[in-house]
Each structure stands twice: as structure tokens, then as C-alpha cells.
């Protein structure tokens, strides 16, 4: 006996048929995708890694977290160093954007994402294939900013996140622009848009 196809397989079979035949594939994208590749902001996640800043803070969310008004720089990069090491630096729980990739990798694609996380990269994307719209967890930039440089974060972030105390990291680890002295800043447009380079 034959099952009746559902509206949704009916919607996949067609997607499948068009990627299978497309001459070329943009794919546009925004944070839902790696929330369902693990990436959520909420809930037992959020508390795993942020249940002080919580209880000081008073937040519920990374989210939220991103734009509280911390006292000093200290406070303000131990958050931001842990939440740049668990959205930017370690991987998703499902492979979304492997799947995805395998789906696009011998097809002539284009990405273009609000995504800040790095997972297209990370998933084997081609970076001269993506246009991340609103910058990159990974890179530091002049707060002025007084060039267009930017800045790798591996390192920097992996001491901040080591060597915090107390939600505070040592005043040494504050980074500073090499051309102009002033502090270095995240390279992603939400939170300063008007200094975004
Ligand atoms: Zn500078």
C-alpha cells in the first residue's frame, strides 16, 4: 500500500530537485540556524556557564548579558570571554552546518549571514564564499577605531577566561590597539554600530 506524501515531504522533495539542478545556491541566514545546531541562549545552557552572572546580575539570557552595564572592563571581559569561548570556540552539539555544507560544497554557492559564531567556517565553508554582515566573535578591533585592522582573539579570550577571578580578569589582560594604545573592542556590529569597521 502506498503512503499519501505529506505537504512537508512534498516541500523537501522540491528543495532537494532544485538544489540538485541549480546552476548556483544563495543561502541566507540568521541565528535560528545555529540555534538548532545547539547555539541556544537560553535556559539550562545559559545557566551552565553564566548561573553567577545571574545571581549578580540579575540576566537570564547571554543575550542580555551582552548589554549589561558592567562596572569596569574587568567585569565586562570576564563575561564576554566566556561567552566568546563557548559561542565562537567550541562546536555545536548537532551538524547542522556539515549537513548543510555537504548539501552546497560542489555546487557554485554564496552565504550571506548575520551570524557572528564562525560555524559556516568551522563547518568547512569557504571563506571567500561568505559575506558575514555583522563581523566575527573571533576578532578584536580599535574601540575608536582608529584603523580597519582586526585582530585574532584565540589567545587573548583563552587567558581572559583561565585567569579570571571572582567574575573580574587581571587588568593586564585588557587588550589594547597597537597603533593608537586604546582599549580593543568586539568585532561584531550589535552592540557599538556606530564604531562597527
Ligand atoms: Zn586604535
Not at 562546536?91 to 549571514?113: A, H, M
Not at 551570524?115 to 559575506?131: E, I, S, T, W, Y
Amino acid at each position: 500500500m502506498f503512503r499519501a506524501v505529506t505537504a512537508k515531504e512534498a516541500q523537501i522533495n522540491r528543495l532537494k530537485a532544485e538544489i540538485e539542478t541549480a546552476d548556483a545556491i544563495i543561502i541566507g541566514t540568521g541565528a535560528g540556524l545555529s540555534t538548532s545546531a545547539g547555539f541556544t541562549y537560553t535556559g539550562s545552557r545559559f545557566r551552565q556557564y553564566f548561573s553567577d552572572f545571574e545571581d549578580k546580575c540579575g540576566f537570564h539570557d547571554m543575550y542580555s548579558g551582552g548589554f549589561y552595564p558592567y562596572k569596569t572592563p574587568k567585569e565586562h571581559w570576564a563575561y564576554w570571554s566566556c561567552y566568546i569561548e563557548v559561542n565562537r570556540y567550541r562546536n555545536t552539539d548537532r551538524p547542522v552546518y556539515e549537513n548543510l555544507y555537504k548539501l552546497v560544497k560542489d555546487k557554485d554557492y554564496f552565504v550571506i549571514t548575520t551570524n557572528v559564531d564562525h560555524c559556516f567556517q568551522k563547518a568547512g565553508f569557504d571563506k571567500k564564499r561568505l559575506f558575514y554582515t555583522q563581523g566575527d566573535y573571533g576578532l578584536f578591533q580599535c574601540s575608536v577605531p582608529c584603523c580597519q585592522t582586526t585582530y585574532d582573539n584565540r589567545e587573548s579570550i583563552g587567558r581572559m577566561l583561565k585567569e579570571q577571578k571572582d567574575m573580574r580578569i587581571p587588568s593586564e589582560l585588557l587588550s589594547i590597539c597597537p597603533v593608537c594604545g586604546k582599549p580593543l573592542t568586539e568585532y561584531f556590529v550589535l552592540r557599538e554600530p556606530l564604531i562597527f569597521i
